[in-house]
Structures are given as C-alpha cells and as structure tokens.
C-alpha cells in the first residue's frame, strides 16, 4: 500500500518535470517576440477599453503607438492630452496637444417646441425606430428621444430628460469618446471642441427642410436663413442644405450669431452673461469678459416658448 | 392534396370582410400628388415644370438606372409645383403636384373594355411596351416587371407562377380582381409566359378562396379553347398558411424547390409575379395604357360593414381623400395600416398619396394593435417553428441586440423575409422582428461593402 503511495508519487512529479522542461524549452524555441513597450505604454492607459480611439481597446492601441511613425494620428479621448503626453514620455515621441471634446446634442426639439404628430408604440430603440420611419414628430431630422445613446455610454455620462425627452450630456463625465454619436441613427450628437471654461457655441438643429416646413414642425430649428452666416467676423458658420454649422476651429466665441438667430437655434453654453444684445450699436460686441468664478454652468436652455399642448393629429405607430 | 411550403409558417384569422364588396371607381379628386419613388431602386427624374399641361398617361417621371420606371401622369391637368412632399413614412420625396381637369387621355391608349386575347408574336415589343407604360410588381415590393421578365442569359426560366394567394389577412383587392378581371390577368398571364419562354404557368390561389378558384379556372379552359398561346396555364390550389404569398415560399408550393441564401427565383427556374401585375401587364401590352391605377381595400373591424370597400384608385390620390370619401376615418381605428397587418406599415402621414403598389387602408383598434408587455425568453422554440426560412428568430434576437454582425451573417439574418410569422407566434411578446429587421440592414450592408470592390 505505502509502495503504492510512493511510487505513484514519484512517477508523478518526474512526469511533471519532464514537462516543465519540455514546456520551457518549447516556450524559448517559440518565443513570440513583442516589444515590451507595448506593456509600458498600456499601462498609463485609462484602460476604458471604450474604442473611443478607434482601435479595440487599449492594448491595441497601445500597439498602434509602438508601431506608428509618429503620434499625430493616435489619440485616447478618455485620457486626453495628459494620457498622450505619459505615452509620448514612454515611446520617447512628440505629441501635439488636442483640444479636449465633448458630445454635443444638436437638437432642441421638446415636446413643447416641436409637437408630436404620431404616436411610436414600438419598440423603444432609436435604430428600430429610424428604421421604421422618420419620427412621432414633423421633423423628419432630429432627436428620436428613445435613449439609444444613453445606453451606448460606458460613463453615465448622458441621460434623458423626462420633460423635455432629449439627451442631456453631463460634461464632467463626459470623456469624449464617440460612443453615442455613432450610436445615435440620426446623427444629432456630435463631438466638438469642448472650449475654453467649457464655452462653446453651437447651432442646435439639424433639420435640412427649407425654413417654412422645418419651423412648422419645430419652432427653434434652424431655418437656413443665413443670418448668422453673414454676422460671422470669422467665417465659422456655412448654411448647407437650409441648415447652419458652425466649424468650432474657428468659431473665436463672440456671440453675434446667437443674438441675430431669429428662432434661437444657436446655442451658448457655460458663458456667465448672456450674449450681448445691443447689436445696432456701433461698438462691436465683445465677448463678455470671463468673470474669475465662471464655474460650469449647466447647459443653458432657451426660454421656453410658450405652446398650446401638443395635438396628435393623426393617430398612428 | 393541396400543396404548401414546406417549413414553418402561421395561420392567422384571414378576416377578408372586404370580400364581397365589388371593386368601385374613385371619382378623381381636386389635386394628386405624384411620387417618384413608386418603385425599387433608382428613382425617377421628373420630366416637368410647373405650369405644364400634362394629359392622362404622359410621361412624368423618367427612369435613372437600370432598376427604376417609368412614372406616368394620372390625370389630366396642370403642373403646380414638382418638390418635396412626404410620404407615407414621413420621408420627403420629389412629387408632381397636379390640378385635376376632366380626363384627356394620351393618343394610343386604348381605353376601351374590349378584351383583346390575341398575344403579340414579337418579344421585345411586349418588353419595350411593359417598360414603357412602368409596369411594376404589384405584390408588394415594386420591382420592375421588365427587368424580372429578362432573366440573365445564363439563367434559364422554366415555370411562370402567378401569386394570387393573398396570404395576408384582411385583404380582398387580388381576389376581387381575379373574379371580376379574370380574362385579362390570364392574358396577362399568357404575354409573360411568352416573353419568358416557359411552357407552364401556374396560378396559386389558396383554398380560402373558392369563387376565384373556379372562376380562374373556368376563364383558363376557356380561353385555352378559345385563343391560341394559352396552353401550359394551371390553376393550383394552396392550403392556407400564411406567408404563402412570399415569393421563395410561393415556389416551395408550387415546384417544390428551394432557392438558397442569398439567391433568386431564376436560379431554381422560376419568375414569380402577382395577379396584379399581370392585370397590368395586360392593361400595358394590349391597351398601352400605363400603370397608373390599382386596386385598394379599405377594410378593418371597426369599420362599418357598409364601408368595406374595394376601390379602383389612381396613383397620385391622397389617402386622406380616400378615407374621406368612404366616410372619415373610423374613431375606434388607433392605427392605420397600409398593406396588411402582418407586413403592412403603419401611416404616420395620412396626407400622404397612393402610389402604384398601395394595397390597403386598414384601421385596426386599440386593442388589436397595443403592444403586449415583454417578457424573458423561455427558449419554447415557437418562432424558429414559425419562421418559413427556417431561422432561429430567438438566436438572431439576442445576436442582434449585442451587435455581433459575424454571428448574425453565419446564422442567415439577411434570409429573413420580414413576414413577421416570429413576433406573431412569440408568447413572450419579444419585438423580435423589430431587431432583426435592422440587423438584416446592416449585415445586407455589410456585405455589399466587401463584395463591392472586387467586382
């Protein structure tokens, strides 16, 4: 019995002997070759592994920065320029610095500004519904208000707004990743420069009908009037397809775009004053001067206008 | 024994209320609106201004591709505007606007009721006039009839089938024109097999239709001992399963073949068209009268047995006007839909116009449409029973909800056929067609983006 035991034992561990060396020697003979800086550089990673920088995860994009000739087209939105910098510290590179972004929601479409036409009882996902058909609304462009991007943020940054049905983006939270512009099918969200002290203006509509149809369906959307476009000192703003951008590269932040807006679709976020209004004077509106404690206003909302409760005009979806 | 598919399929309460009610002519309404999208594929380029006169049956709408047709006026009148009007989607689409004067036909249209069952001997004549008067597929998807009637060379067709099954519940316009149309859609019939080559063609009509069925076959014999080029033409009877309409199913019933993932009709030999279709190919060939009406049921429970109605409308009309004509819209109806409740679309737009595949305007109550709470998945396996592809809808649901493409494309979304057989036998209530619809749309995009290049 006790032979047994020992035999039994014996045979064992110079069975695992030999293929601990066997093991060591096959690992030495097939080494896979890697570049330890790939291990370094994910290690000052955020490791959100959100695919925000386009590659799956950090690891691979870790990899991507070993690989690259330069990191100029490299960036970790999550970790912005501080991650960039360690990265560029390990691989011994340059880095230019990038305004940090911030997702943007391009539509100001409440149930008060932009009255419900039909009734979706479908199922509640933007995509099915995008599908379907253009919307419980006139507007044929904007916001499904089904959540879809809430649901694409790793963050917790975004979430609806019960009364007025639309995504609202916490900025602390907000990494800037992309998730819920690529999630959302109308393509309302978008990242933009997140701006100094968080300033930043911005057209809040993209509703491409020539004025008359999209004001009739929502009364702050853009109407392509091009006022804007001709107050710009800067040549920011271009009306496309009835419908203002303002290319936030050279937007300098002044404002007069939001005072001649005639439906209030140019929004300003974050500023301690509202924008100047005396527009006929004729000393040019500066910017108003940032006042030491600008603390981070939540996102400004327009007045809202007043509205007779939405009518449901036909009864369908 | 009558024939069916062969996989899945259900039988929902067929509810035809409209049945008896004999097709009726709309009077012509003050203003139509024409659309430019009354097709697959490219749209059509509109041909005029505003301020032009147009008559009865010109040309509006030239063809852009390949796949596209032509779009013809249904009135006579004057041009007001051609621009951007919603459609029953709420998508804006390019429609001719036009003010309605009295009739004033095209010269070369024979509008007459005259049956002509002498088949024209030249094929390309037959094709140029079916592409020139913008006959389409009337059985739901719109397809241009000449390009399905002109099979790759190498493909070669063997049976023409005729689908007058009319799987769809609530829906009458198919067998009110079987019986008070019959003659013509057998020689309508008769052209296609001609065009086609082929020596059979068989009309499929399911059993729940017993007076289109004797009538059909009546006109068959006596046109077969009438005229010469009726030969070959078969009247089938089908059991009732829904979805017997679909066309790869249409053909497991009738030839017992299986097209496979990803193919067409042609490659088992067969071309499948409607019995509305072949109503216009008649209408085109022997008339040259373009494809500018079609048949429209206005049905639904809630609706008065009085107004169940069968309309012979115009393309063009506003549906808004055709529920008002038969009497407004019902107060129970919650929601209306256009083509039938399996597959049909509900209108977000009642203001939008018919276009030439417009089949229905059904109203359906509260209660028949609410959505139903969804619950987990127990795994029972009723919608992969169901399912005439034979899918797993259960396993592309849950595919679809975690966006995995690569699974969904090796479990065969892009076969699905939209039928709706998975929500309907679902006792958990899961949207599963609601998902895998979208994900069919992007695995189909997917696909085309990688074999795009290589070609």
């Known amino acids: 019995m006790t032979t047994t035991i020992i035999w039994t034992i014996v045979a064992v561990t110079l069975l695992g002997l030999l293929l601990a060396v066997v093991l060591f020697l096959v690992a030495k003979k ?45 960036f970790c939105p999550v970790g912005g320029n501080e991650v960039m ?233 | 024994m009558k024939k069916t598919f062969s996989i899945g399929g259900v039988h929902p309460d067929d509810s035809k209320i409209a049945a008896g009610s004999k097709i009726e002519v709309l009077p012509l309404p003050k203003t139509v609106y024409i659309s430019m999208i009354q097709h697959l594929g490219a749209p059509a380029k509109a041909v005029v201004a505003p301020g032009d006169r147009v008559r009865t049956g010109q040309v509006i709408g030239e063809p852009t591709g390949f796949i596209s047709a032509y779009v013809h006026s249904s009135v006579t009148g004057t041009v007001k505007s051609v621009g951007l009007r919603k459609d029953l989607n709420g998508i804006p689409v390019v429609h001719v606007e036009i003010e ?25 004549f037959i094709l140029d006039r079916i592409k020139n008067n913008g006959v389409v597929g009337l059985g739901g998807a719109t397809f241009p009839t000449h390009v399905k009637l002109c099979p790759p060379p190498d493909k070669k067709a063997e049976c023409l089938i005729l689908n007058g099954a009319e799987c769809e519940p609530y829906l009458t316009s198919d067998y009110r024109i079987m019986l008070e149309k019959s003659e013509q859609i057998v020689v309508g019939a008769a052209i296609m097999k001609k065009v086609l080559g082929v020596s059979r063609a068989v009309i499929g009509i399911e059993e729940n239709k017993p007076e289109a069925i004797a009538k059909m076959t009546e006109t068959v014999s006596r046109l077969q001992s009438s005229a010469k080029g009726y030969d070959g033409i078969e009247v089938m009877t089908l059991k009732k399963k829904y979805p017997q309409g679909g066309e790869k199913q249409l053909i497991d019933a009738v030839m017992h073949r299986q097209v496979k993932s990803m193919g067409l009709p042609i490659d088992v030999g067969a071309v499948v068209q409607n019995v509305a279709t072949s109503l216009a190919v008649y209408d085109a060939v022997q008339k040259n009268m373009p494809l500018i009406s079609n048949t429209l049921t206005v049905t639904g429970n809630c609706l008065p047995a009085d107004r169940q109605k069968n309309y012979m409308f115009r393309i063009g009309y506003p549906l808004s006007y055709i529920a008002e004509y038969n009497g407004g819209v019902p107060e129970a109806a919650a929601k209306i839909v256009s083509g039938g409740p399996m597959m049909g679309k509900a209108i977000s737009n009642l203001d939008a116009a018919t276009q030439k595949g417009s089949s229905s305007l059904l109203y359906l109550t509260e209660e028949q449409t609410a959505r139903k709470s969804e619950s987990n998945c127990i795994r029972c396996g009723k919608c992969a029973e169901a399912c005439p592809m034979g899918l797993e809808p259960f396993l592309l649901n849950k595919l679809a909800r975690n966006g995995m493409l690569e699974e969904l494309e090796q479990n065969a979304v892009q076969d699905c056929i939209e039928c709706g057989c998975c929500l309907y036998s679902c006792p958990a209530n899961i949207p599963l067609l609601d998902m895998i619809r979208v994900a069919k749309g992007e695995v189909i995009r997917a696909m085309r983006a990688r074999t795009a290049p290589k070609k």
């Open chain 1, 30 to 74: 097939f080494k896979v070759e890697e570049d330890p800086r790939i291990d370094e550089v994910e290690k000052v990673m955020p490791g959100a592994n959100c695919g925000g920088c386009g590659f799956a995860g950090c690891r691979a994009f870790a990899q991507a920065c070993v690989n690259a000739p330069n990191l100029d087209n490299n």
């Open chain 1, 85 to 317: 910098k360690k990265v560029a510290a390990v691989l011994g590179m340059e880095v230019k610095e990038k305004a940090p972004m911030v997702a943007v929601v391009r539509c100001n479409g409440t149930c008060e500004n932009r009255p419900k036409t039909n009734v979706y009882d479908g199922y509640r996902s933007c995509k099915v519904m995008a599908a379907l058909y253009t919307g419980d609304t006139g507007c044929a462009y904007g916001c499904l208000g089904c959540g879809d991007c809430v649901a694409a943020c790793q963050f917790g940054a975004i979430s609806m707004d019960p009364e007025t049905g639309l995504p609202v983006v916490d900025e602390e939270k907000c990494t800037g990743c992309g998730a819920c512009a690529k999630a959302c099918p109308k393509k309302v969200i978008e990242l933009r420069n997140k701006g100094p002290k968080g300033r930043r203006v911005f057209v809040s509509c993209v509703n491409m009908e020539k004025g008359a149809a999209a004001r009739k369906a929502c009364k702050v959307a853009c109407i392509g009037c091009g006022k804007c476009e001709k107050e710009c000192p800067f040549g920011a703003i271009t009306v496309e397809h009835n419908v203002a951008y303002i290319d936030f590269n050279k937007c300098k932040l002044c404002r007069k775009c939001v005072v001649v807006c005639p439906t209030g679709a140019i929004h300003d976020v974050n500023f301690p004053t509202p924008a100047p209004k005396p527009k006929p004077a004729a000393a040019p509106a500066k910017p108003a001067e940032p006042k030491a404690e600008a603390a981070a206003a939540p996102v400004s909302k327009p007045a809202p206008a007043k509205t007779e409760p939405a009518k449901p005009e036909n009864k369908e979806e």
């Open chain 2, 100 to 124: 309605v004067e009295p009739d004033e036909w095209m010269d070369g249209i024979d509008t007459t009721d005259t049956l002509v069952t002498d088949i024209p001997e030249d094929r390309q």
